[in-house]
């Protein structure tokens, strides 16, 4: 009795096809993301072959491009990639014939115990050299080697799973990052998912009345993050020094939003220190006192992440220019009040303490624009920029500096 093998072929090759991908599907789908790196032009051609080369590797699911000038391993822990493949592409030294030399190194974002890394979570490094590849070479053979070790390191990574991470903080904080919804601590101030492991996540959490905070959790297994969220500022105290001669005292108030605040103060030129008045006749004094105290009250706003260590600022006071010492009018009547304006930067030292820096310019209505002007006079001297109406009179690159304590 014979047998028709054709009857069999296409049964027969639907079966092939069945094991390949039931094989391919058992096997475990890894991420990975890569940067390449060439002088010359076609970069983009390099690049794109090998990503078409890792992505046809049965062991990865997903290939991302790191963008240029982003930390490898910081875009591979925020993505949530395996390993991190960092390539460099130059000229070779053959020069009989055109070539390149490749240098190729594999990183893990995750704590390096998982796979033998390195303190700086290199898994593989290696290059060689090769004759100048052309589009067909490059789309095909050229870069088996590098995707060869990428599948060695990620058979070398232990098996993703899944494990139970607890999360405790204050009942009502938000936390996102970690699941595909954000996740709300009960009342009991403590709660659990179970996450796949092992694998970085790229977390933020906030509460009312508290800042925000962030992180990165390299998650290998049963764990528990705790939560620890500051307080909020609602008051400072600041002191500074106006044109680095003046000292002067602000409170602030941050009434509900971490960008918005209210602040303050007094601004005095009672006591100040010289760095304008030189004689040449006599040594000149180390302190100057005018006879002048300028209450202000202002508002502005904080611009960056409040759980930044840089934030800007803009603002804006006014304030009447008082003469306590003059007998006849307590307000000064050639210019009685003061409006500044002013950008500026605060850098957290500490916490709470925070130091910053203000540039503005200080503008004066309703005052006598030509006697202001003329009472600086026109010597030699440094001035300060300005400008002068008949009503109006303003000064630019007022600046004033300190340090800022939360209460």
């Not at 592409?89 to 190194?105: L, R």
């Not at 904080?173 to 179970?194: C, F, M, Y």
């Amino acid at each position: 009795m014979g047998y028709d093998m054709k009857a069999f072929r296409f049964p027969l090759l639907l079966a092939l096809l069945f094991a390949m991908a039931f094989s391919l599907g058992a096997q475990e789908q890894r991420r990975v993301c890569f940067s390449l790196s060439y002088p010359g032009s076609g970069e983009e051609a390099w690049r794109s072959s090998l990503e078409g080369a890792l992505a046809a590797s049965g062991r990865i699911g997903l290939v991302l491009r790191i963008p240029g000038g982003e930390d490898a391993l910081a875009f591979a822990a925020l993505h949530g990639c395996d390993v991190a493949v960092l390539v460099d592409v130059h000229a070779g030294e053959d020069t009989a014939s055109p070539s390149v030399a490749v240098e190729w190194k594999i990183e893990k974002p995750i704590a390096a115990a998982l796979a033998g890394a390195d303190d700086d979570g290199n898994l593989l490094s290696g290059a060689f050299s090769a004759p100048l590849p052309d589009e067909r070479r490059r789309a095909t053979s050229f870069w088996l080697e590098i995707v060869g070790r990428v599948d060695a390191a990620l058979a070398g990574l232990p098996p993703a799973g899944s494990a139970d991470l607890a999360i405790e903080g204050p009942p009502g904080a938000i936390v996102s990052g970690l699941s595909k919804e954000p996740i709300v601590i009960p009342d009991s101030g403590s709660t659990s998912l179970r996450l796949r492991a092992p694998a970085t996540y790229h977390w933020s959490a906030s509460a009312r009345e508290r800042k925000a905070v962030s992180g990165v959790l390299n998650f290998l297994g049963p764990s528990a993050l705790r939560l620890d969220l500051p307080g909020r500022d609602r008051f400072r105290l600041e002191a500074g020094f106006e044109k680095a001669a003046f000292p002067d005292f602000r409170f602030t108030w941050l009434p509900g939003p971490d960008w918005l605040f209210v602040r303050a103060g007094f601004s005095q030129y009672i006591g100040g220190l010289n760095l304008s008045e030189v004689s040449e006749d006599e040594t000149p004094p180390v302190f100057v006192s005018y006879d002048l105290v300028v209450p202000t009250l202002g508002a502005g706003v904080l611009l960056g992440r409040p759980e930044g260590s840089l934030r800007a600022e803009l603002g804006a006071e006014v304030g009447p220019r008082l003469m306590p010492a003059n007998a006849a009018t307590i307000v000064d009547p050639v210019a009685p009040i003061r409006v500044s304006l002013y950008c500026g930067l605060e850098w957290t030292l500490y916490r709470k303490s925070l130091l910053f820096f203000e540039l503005g310019a200080d503008w004066y209505p309703f005052s006598d624009g030509m006697l202001m002007k003329a009472s600086y006079g026109d010597g030699d001297g440094f001035r300060w920029p300005r400008l002068s109406g008949g009503d109006w009179y303003m000064e630019f690159l007022s600046f004033r500096f300190g340090l800022r304590w939360s209460l």
